[in-house]
């Protein structure tokens, strides 16, 4: 109903943004086919008047989605240690990160400046604050675990950097906000060509794909 009043104003309703909340995720999985285990992220828009089916998309909201991804990888081997993500052959553990901040702090390089003891010990305070996970899920984080971390938490660097760059994607804000922060992944969506798609269809998208094949072929291992 909310959909077709605000489509007889003559707007077109074109996404449903929500954060990760199960009742936000049982509400897409009933638009999807029975039976089916991929996630939905679509449905035809029943309240479109016109005589063209469009569709309504649903869409994680990327901040949100930034602390899922930073929870889940705090709890993997610490914290609360309820899982141990693994990618080619190689754990993605949140003590890489803890192992690099104080490592920086003893060596006093300030190689990390952001970060604080706020965003390695997270407590129900600052494990709500969508900043923190930014900044330790950054470019500055990974690049500097690349450089400097063991050979272990290199596959950790990668996804660091990677989730960095699917977020600032997805994070365009202002128009002078690239320039400032000198980030290109930050400059405002003019063409439909733009590179960023690219990287999110052909290289982030693909990492998640090659991901889940890497788990699913893992020797001993059954996927639930």
């Not at 938490?153 to 994607?169: G, H, M, N, S, Y």
């Not at 072929?217 to 996927?223: A, F, K, P």
Request: aromatic residues 10%; hydrophobic residues 35%.
């Amino acid at each position: 109903d909310a959909v077709s009043f605000v489509e007889e104003t003559g707007l077109k309703v074109v996404v449903s943004t929500s954060d990760k909340a199960p009742e936000n995720q049982k509400l897409y999985a009933l638009h999807g086919e029975p039976g089916e285990h991929e996630v939905c992220f679509k449905t035809v828009n029943l309240g479109n008047p016109g005589p063209d089916d469009r569709f309504i998309y649903f869409i994680s909201d990327p901040p949100h989605l930034l602390k899922t991804i930073r929870n889940n990888l705090a709890s993997s081997g610490s914290g609360s240690n309820t899982k141990l993500l693994w990618n080619n052959g190689h754990h993605l553990l949140w003590r890489h990160i803890a192992d690099l901040y104080y490592q920086d702090q003893r060596n006093g390089l300030a190689r990390l400046p952001r970060l604080s003891r706020d965003h390695i010990s997270l407590t129900s305070h600052s494990i709500m604050k969508v900043k923190l996970a930014a900044q330790v899920l950054s470019c500055t984080v990974g690049s500097v675990m690349e450089a400097y971390g063991p050979e272990e938490a290199q596959e950790t660097a990668r996804f660091i950097k990677l989730v960095d760059r699917f977020f600032d994607c997805l994070n365009v804000r202002h128009l002078d906000e690239a320039h400032r922060k000198r980030k290109p992944d930050l400059r405002a969506y003019t063409e439909v060509e733009d590179v960023r798609f690219a990287f999110l269809e052909t290289v982030f998208l693909q990492y998640l794909q090659d991901w889940k094949l890497s788990v699913d072929q893992r020797i001993g291992y059954t996927r639930l």
